[in-house]
């Protein structure tokens, strides 16, 4: 009956083929209903790559750091003429920008490497396609994946000042007071701090971008 | 109440249980073995939880077609299921149900007329595997008649012994007869008559004529639409007549609580709680090989069984 040669009680085994087969019937079973009872994915997860196209600036680090190559991107120049200033600006503006999925692996070094929070990660994963042509996501179809990505996660209490916090701390207390900045903000800042989380976490990209898109200009 | 009125009531009343039950007993099965596997089952068909599934089976396999391949023997290949499924039939007529006559057919010889017409489903194997005209079907109807020939001696003699114990051969007698300590007396016969019966309804772990890792499926590899679906029918038909026989031979059949009222409960009640371990039995053991088979039947069952007719009849000469 048992292999090792060891022998236990004639019918041990039997009983406990009974018992394991009891138990598992007891138990939840693991079976994921998914079309009828949407699967509880992590926070995070990697279904499709969201664009935010006004914080793209054209710089192409995605689509040249990308290792299938499936990103393409298409782009002209314009001039931007500003009031005042003396030269007319030039500005990328974005004419086309294409995922395309049957290529894309998932790795992710797109989102990594974007400078200016433009691709995100989004938890949905529906978008199969019969044809695998649709799999080509254009930058409308990359746009209306925003609305599913998820707040970032809330800022550390206890962890330092995220960077642009504390720029725009030194900013507000003018020049030679970054040391009493540093020292100023956490006593101010930390009570409030689930209370801001929210809206901040509702909106992380729209606050951000025009912050990314001032520095630049500014610092012309 | 004239006649023909009870009869045709009583004959209603089996072909009801007849079609029910199996239905009953396979969506148990369904449900049963999924969440032994951790799995949910059928959640479809019927929209709650499936229950309909074996009704939405039923609806494809009419709708399948029916072939008969041709080198079969047609006749014998077209009768086979029949002669599968109408034995289990007429063995519920005699099972009663609950006490004061609630049994379609009280036969006197009711236990002689139950094992006889058992005997007849190793017809049914042989015919469907020689017909079939193949050699999974020849391989796997070969080895169930093995198989049923073999275990039939021990279901005999286990049946023989409570049969001796309640000094009749009429299944409501023995019913009638029994006393809870029975179930210690005549344990050893309980638990050779019910695996012998497992090995008669070709359940696993005793599917070996079926063995559709090896055979294909066996002496049903030939079968398709209502002719397979018979033979699925007489499967679970059987699993309800083996768990209505160790009930009324050996579990008390209606003896319970208030056995005069809900007596037909207790029966039933008994009756599921077999067939549930019948189901249990197939999730929790793998398929026992040919010679281990045999070994089981022949090398344990039958002395056993021996061992119990000796026993009870001991008991019965000093009592």
Request: charged share 20%; glycine share 8%; hydrophobic share 50%.
């Amino acid at each position: 009956m048992s292999d090792d040669g060891e022998r236990g009680m004639p019918g041990k085994g039997l009983v406990q083929g009974l018992a394991v087969t009891l138990k598992t019937m007891t138990q939840r079973s693991t079976t994921q209903q998914y079309p009828d009872v949407e699967p509880e994915l992590p926070p995070r997860s990697r279904g499709v790559i969201a664009l935010s196209e006004e914080n793209c600036t054209v710089c192409m680090l995605c689509a040249r750091e990308c290792p299938d190559w499936c990103i393409y991107i298409d782009s002209h120049k314009e001039e931007v003429v500003v009031p005042g200033a003396a030269r007319s600006r030039q500005r990328n503006v974005l004419d086309r920008f294409d995922i395309d999925f049957s290529l894309c692996m998932y790795c992710g070094i797109c989102i990594e490497v974007c400078p200016f929070d433009a691709l995100h990660w989004t938890p949905e994963f529906e978008y199969a396609e019969t044809d695998v042509l649709d799999l080509l996501h254009d930058k409308d179809r990359l746009g209306e994946w925003m609305r599913t990505v998820p707040p970032p996660p809330a800022h550390d209490v206890l962890g330092e000042p995220s960077k642009e916090e504390a720029t725009a701390a030194r900013k507000a207390a003018g020049p030679g007071a970054a040391t009493a900045a540093k020292t100023a903000r956490p006593p101010v800042r930390r009570p409030a701090a689930p209370a801001a989380a929210e809206p901040a976490a509702a909106e992380p990209v729209e606050k951000a971008a025009p912050a990314e898109k001032d520095e630049p200009e500014t610092g012309r | 109440m004239p006649v023909w009125l009870d009869l045709i009531v009583r004959v209603v009343a089996v072909v009801a249980a007849f079609l029910v039950l199996p239905l009953v007993v396979g969506q148990a099965e369904h449900k049963v073995m999924a969440h032994m596997q951790g799995r949910l089952g059928p959640m479809y068909a019927g929209a709650f939880h499936g229950w309909a599934q074996l009704v939405a089976d039923g609806v494809k396999f009419v709708q399948k077609e029916d072939v008969t391949p041709g080198e079969a023997d047609r006749r014998v290949f077209r009768l086979a299921p029949i002669v599968a499924l109408f034995p289990y039939l007429l063995v519920l007529l005699v099972i009663p149900l609950g006490p004061n006559g609630l049994v379609a057919q009280a036969l006197d010889v009711g236990l002689f007329f139950v094992l006889a017409v058992l005997g007849v489903g190793v017809l049914a194997v042989l015919m469907s595997a020689w017909a079939s005209a193949n050699k999974y079907s020849l391989l796997g109807g070969l080895r169930g008649a093995a198989q049923l020939l073999g275990y039939e001696l021990p279901l005999v003699l286990a049946a023989a012994s409570v049969a001796m114990a309640a000094g009749t051969l009429s299944l409501p007698g023995i019913v009638e007869a029994w006393r809870p300590w029975w179930l210690l007396w005549q344990a050893p016969a309980a638990i050779v008559f019910f695996i012998a019966g497992l090995a008669e309804i070709r359940r696993p772990p005793f599917d070996m004529p079926i063995a559709d890792s090896e055979l294909v499926f066996g002496y049903m590899t030939e079968y398709t639409g209502l002719r397979f679906a018979f033979f699925l029918l007489a499967e679970y038909v059987g699993i309800v007549v083996i768990a209505a026989l160790t009930t009324v031979l050996f579990l008390g059949g209606w003896h319970g609580p208030f056995a005069d009222q809900l007596g037909w409960l207790w029966t039933l009640v008994k009756i599921f709680a077999v067939s549930f371990v019948i189901i249990w039995f197939r999730v929790s053991y793998p398929r026992l090989r040919e010679d281990q088979l045999q070994r089981l039947c022949w090398l344990v069952l039958v002395p056993v069984a021996l061992g119990q007719l000796v026993l009870t009849t001991v008991v019965k000469v000093i009592m």
